[in-house]
């Protein structure tokens, strides 16, 4: 007796540590090398061309992963179109909807992927290595992604809708990031690129205002003026502006945003020449008091996170370095692998 009890905890240990092993190697970095080859070559073809038409779009697509990976996983779930009353998708999300982009780039590389490789890779392998691509087209470094993610056959509206916002505190922000397994570092690293909002196409909202001879910072990105608004006016009901907001780029923002409703919706663009480069800027930013979204303020200011709001300020390898393995975490978050799931013929619907 005494032996068999010795044994059956270690049998279920064994089978504890071994599956899970299992279930974490059936992503694998050559997962299409023979079934699909020329994946890689169609997916970042197809993003190339989208960024081409549209700078806008390199931000939108790693946005659209990441909006995908937060609810119920990554399993392509954001995909879903609306199906009459039988079916609710994702995109009427209060989070997506007139927000997230790039649905139809994913849908053209899918019909591409399809020709070369039917019924083959997963949208959700498509999506998130569109995603890569898109950053590192716009500056980002280039990382390993493992594949071999397979398809939801169902999407969640209701968690859409709960959907990191700026808006939240950042107690809030930290707190939805644990509970899909990642850390307070990631949630410095991620918000270099990626937006909590449903109107913000990106966090990284460098204004120049100044006149065209002086140097300023640049990255990727547009938002709406609602987004942000409250600290130019009236800042925690004090009919004030936000006293921590640099004085230049709170007069440039109060003029290009007035305090008026008809403004809300108006897109504030960043600097013509170097809106589609991915770099350091919104950290230094945020270190000069420059950050437009009071979320990115509190990551300079908390105790948690200005540490490493400095470091990434000071060391534009080491955010790009962190930015991936992040990127790499966050594309883990809940996949569907094996016998789970499928592998979709067409993104916006159930086979």
């Known amino acids: 007796m005494e032996q ?71 399993d392509a779930s954001i995909l879903l179109d609306d199906i009459d009353s039988t079916f609710v998708g994702e995109k009427t999300a209060g989070a997506n909807q007139n927000s997230v982009r790039g649905y139809e780039v994913i849908d053209k590389i899918k019909a591409n992927v399809e020709k070369a490789c039917p019924s083959t890779v997963s949208c959700t392998d498509i999506l998130t290595l569109a995603a890569r691509e898109a ?4 500056g980002a470094s280039y990382w390993m992604v493992p594949l071999g993610r397979r398809d939801g056959r169902s999407a969640n509206k209701t968690a859409a809708n709960e959907l990191p916002s700026p808006f939240e505190s950042l107690d809030n922000i ?103 480069r991915f770099d350091n800027s919104y950290y230094r930013n945020l270190v000069n008091s420059s950050g437009l979204l009071q979320s990115d303020h509190l990551l300079s200011t908390d105790n948690r996170t200005a540490s490493m709001v400095l470091s990434y300020s000071r060391y534009p390898y080491l955010f790009l370095k962190d930015f991936g393995a992040s990127m790499v975490k966050m594309a883990n978050i809940g996949v569907l692998t094996g016998q789970d799931g499928e592998i979709r013929k067409n993104c916006k619907v159930v086979n």
């Open 174 to 276: 930290i707190a939805k990031f644990n509970a899909k397994g990642l850390d307070t570092k990631d949630v410095v690293v991620l918000s270099g690129m990626l937006s909590f909002n449903a109107i913000i196409i990106n966090l990284l909202i460098i204004l120049c205002f100044k006149n065209k001879t002086t140097t300023c910072a640049h990255t990727i990105g547009f938002a709406q003026c609602f987004t942000f608004k409250q600290r130019l006016f009236n800042f925690g009901g004090s009919r004030k502006p936000d006293p921590d907001l640099e004085a230049s780029l709170l007069k440039g923002l109060q003029t290009v945003c007035p305090d008026q409703v008809d403004s809300d919706t108006t897109l504030v663009p960043l600097d013509s020449v170097t809106t589609n």
């Open 135 to 138: 950053a590192n087209i716009a």
């Open 4 to 74: 068999k009890a010795f044994k059956r905890p270690f049998v279920h240990l064994f089978y504890i540590f071994f599956l899970s092993h299992l279930v974490f190697c059936q992503l694998d970095y050559r997962f299409y090398d023979s079934t699909c080859p020329s994946l890689t070559r169609i997916v970042r073809y197809g993003v190339w061309s989208a960024i081409a038409n549209d700078t806008r779009m390199a931000a939108s697509l790693v946005r659209l992963h990441f909006h995908d990976c937060f609810v119920n996983g990554c």
